[in-house]
């Protein structure tokens, strides 16, 4: 089983900026891939970025292109989601996730395996 620990979630201004974080208590943390999801009151959850096992590479959704960045840093277990130009409508529960079977591509959002506890990110207008 693997233990997830979920940090930078808060309350920022519209255009604000914050970084979450998620480390994972796994040696085998270089061979995941791992995506951040978030989930809004009433919504369904949804993709947000993913970056890649072997690269890596990284993929976004089109509601962040160029204002998000995920990252990894393996000899920390950890997975960043630098946000930026925070809006309202990106108020959500941030969900970090893994997948571990070694695909040649991005898994497919019903792949990932294990799933964080989830960090409150707050926007106000």
């Known amino acids: 089983q693997v233990h997830f620990v979920e940090s930078g979630g808060g309350l920022v201004q519209t255009g604000g900026s914050l970084r979450l974080s998620c480390t994972l208590s796994s040696r085998y943390f270089s061979t995941y891939a791992l995506g951040w999801f978030r989930q809004a009151p009433g919504k369904e959850r949804e993709f947000v970025a993913a970056?890649?096992?072997?690269?890596?590479?990284?993929t976004y959704a089109d509601s962040v292109k160029g204002r998000f960045t995920i990252s990894r840093d393996n000899a920390k277990n950890t997975v960043y989601l630098q946000m930026n130009s925070l809006k309202p409508e990106d108020t959500a529960v941030y969900y970090c996730?893994?997948?571990?079977?070694?695909?040649?591509?991005?898994?497919?959002?019903?792949?990932?395996?294990?799933w964080g506890q989830g960090t409150q990110v707050t926007v106000s207008s």
């Open positions: 970056v890649s096992w072997r690269g890596p590479s990284t």
């Open positions: 996730a893994l997948e571990n079977s070694l695909y040649s591509r991005f898994p497919r959002d019903y792949e990932y395996d294990y």
